[in-house]
């Protein structure tokens, strides 16, 4: 296990959480770093991705304008904010750190469960 994500748990409708992921196994300068999440019986899909210097961000359609992705180098960290969260947000989200197919890491996974 190479990353640890932090900051998972429980929200009402429209409420906000904070999702953090870091590594004290390398530097993630270099890597573009990135959110998914699984919900129950469903496949694994991308949520945002930050490019390494942080200039670009990508975000599924289905949370643009909701969840804000952000890095900082200086802390090897990687931040997904959630705001106005759904019941359909309700997953399992992971981190993950790409820079090539070989260098290719995950966290274990933190659980999102939100609530109507």
């Known amino acids: 296990l190479h990353l ?4 998972g748990g429980s929200s009402q409708l429209w409420g906000s959480l904070s999702l ?5 196994r390398f530097t993630l300068a270099d890597y573009g770093l ?3 999440r699984q919900a129950p019986g469903k496949e694994r899909e991308g949520v945002s991705c930050i ?10 359609d289905s949370v643009k304008g909701r969840f804000t992705i952000s ?3 200086a802390k090897n960290m990687v931040y997904l904010q959630m705001n106005s969260l759904k019941p359909e947000d309700t997953a399992v989200y992971y981190c993950n750190a790409f820079l ?3 260098s290719n890491y995950w966290g274990q996974g933190t659980q999102v469960t939100v609530s109507s």
């Open 4 to 7: 640890v994500e932090s900051g």
């Open 71 to 73: 890095r900082d180098n």
């Open 100 to 102: 090539t197919s070989r």
């Open 20 to 24: 953090s992921c870091a590594t004290p």
């Open 51 to 60: 490019s390494s210097s942080g200039a670009s961000t990508n975000y599924a």
């Open 34 to 36: 990135g959110w998914f």
